[in-house]
């Protein structure tokens, strides 16, 4: 069985990082799971380091810097996603940060896009990709 390509939203580390409740272990299920190859992009970076850095949470910084030195697939052409995500943001009604993470996933053709946003948001009106909320 290949490895699943899996695009993990800043919800997901957060979570993960943040300890006990059945989130947090859900999260850490996924992120220790070894038939999973990690996909990310800058955007994810940018919504969880700088906060942690900021305000010198060394642990948490390193546990985000750990999950992005794992990471095998990166989303890099910026100007690609985001034309994509004005589509997909207009297309389901997504809001701006959902439509990049969407459109970052689909650049790479992640088979799935892990967040934990409820089943009611609008990212789950998305069909192109598997939206799985923890």
């Known amino acids: 069985m290949s490895p699943k390509k899996t695009y993990i939203d800043s919800g997901v580390l957060i979570s993960a990082f943040q300890g006990i409740q059945s989130v947090s272990i859900r999260a850490n299920q996924i992120l220790?799971?070894?038939n999973r190859e990690?996909?990310?992009s800058v955007f994810v970076q940018?919504?969880?380091?700088?906060?942690?850095?900021?305000?010198?949470q060394q642990d948490e910084a390193e546990f985000y810097?750990?999950?992005f030195n794992a990471v095998i697939h990166w989303a890099t052409d910026?100007?690609?996603?985001?034309?994509d995500a004005q589509k997909i943001a207009c297309s389901y009604g997504?809001?701006?940060m959902d439509a990049i993470h969407v459109a970052a996933a689909l650049q790479i053709q992640a088979n799935q896009l892990?967040?934990?946003?409820?089943?009611?948001k609008p990212i789950h009106r998305v069909r192109k990709i598997q939206i799985i909320s923890i």
Do not use: G
């Not at 940018?46 to 010198?56: G, H, Q, S, W, Y």
């Open 32 to 34: 220790n799971d070894e």
């Open 38 to 40: 990690f996909a990310s």
């Open 46 to 56: 940018l919504e969880v380091l700088p906060k942690a850095t900021f305000n010198k």
């Open 65 to 67: 810097e750990t999950f």
């Open 78 to 83: 910026l100007e690609q996603i985001m034309q």
């Open 94 to 96: 997504l809001a701006a």
């Open 114 to 120: 892990i967040t934990t946003e409820k089943s009611t």
